[in-house]
């Protein structure tokens, strides 16, 4: 009950499309969402985040969509650019203090 | 301001010999995560300190693993009799007491020999 389901586990993607990165969870207790964008080398960087209350929170080229009847939420990238090429990682947080991560997707954005 | 260090970046270490990794958090920052990351995997939780609270150990894999954090700031997450398991990528993150948002350090790969 405390997994996070991420899929796919690797996304190939021309530039300009769209990129899309799925998460599912069981623990209805959850109540923030975060994605994690890691590039080779570095500790991964927040990226963008949202809470059950809404259903779609959006910043420049990258939304999170979210459904809570069915305990999903997904990373959209529009416009997707070669700079975006990275792991990233959606995780899960309740009322305590512990994160539960997915098991991240590698993102390559062709040029 | 300055991010969450750690060091080393990196760390080979013979199998059997004990290692320290060390992590100085986000200053202000009371809440401290150990994280751990194997080749092409997600992030395995190890323990976190919250202020002058007992630390969560639930996540350390084994009685080798063990840490300490002086002060309320900068943590040491020990291994002792290193095994090849062991190689991973060690992350640590901190974040306000009452935020939710973590900030990762950029990690020490060891490599067990």
């Known amino acids: 009950q405390q997994q996070v389901k991420q899929s796919p586990q690797s996304l190939i993607v021309q530039k300009g499309g769209i990129s899309i990165i799925n998460c599912a969870y069981e623990?209805?207790?959850?109540?923030?969402f975060p994605w994690y964008q890691q590039f080779p080398g570095k500790g991964p960087a927040l990226l963008i985040a949202?809470?059950?209350?809404?259903s779609e929170k959006k910043e420049g080229r990258f939304t999170i969509s979210f459904n809570k009847s069915a305990k999903q939420f997904s990373l959209h990238i529009m416009d997707s650019q070669p700079g975006d090429s990275a792991t990233y990682f959606c995780?899960?947080?309740?009322?305590?203090?512990?994160?539960?991560f997915g098991t991240g997707t590698r993102l390559k954005v062709l040029a | 301001g300055a991010g969450v260090s750690q060091s080393p970046s990196n760390k080979v270490t013979e199998k059997g010999k004990d290692v320290e990794l060390r992590c100085d958090p986000i200053?202000?920052?009371?809440?401290l995560y150990w994280y751990r990351q194997s080749l092409g995997q997600g992030l395995e939780f190890l323990i976190y300190?919250?202020?002058?609270?007992?630390?969560?150990k639930s996540g350390l894999p084994s009685d080798r693993f063990s840490a300490e954090r002086t002060g309320g700031s900068v943590s040491t997450l020990t291994i002792q009799r290193t095994q090849q398991e062991d190689s991973a990528v060690y992350l640590c993150?901190?974040?306000?007491?009452?935020?939710?948002?973590?900030?990762f350090g950029p990690g020490t790969r060891l490599t067990v020999t």
């Open positions: 993150a901190s974040s306000e007491q009452i935020a939710y948002e973590q900030y």
């Open positions: 949202i809470r059950p209350d809404v």
């Open positions: 995780a899960a947080h309740s009322g305590t203090y512990k994160y539960i």
């Open positions: 623990n209805t207790a959850f109540d923030y």
């Open positions: 300190f919250q202020g002058n609270s007992a630390p969560d």
């Open positions: 200053s202000g920052h009371t809440a």
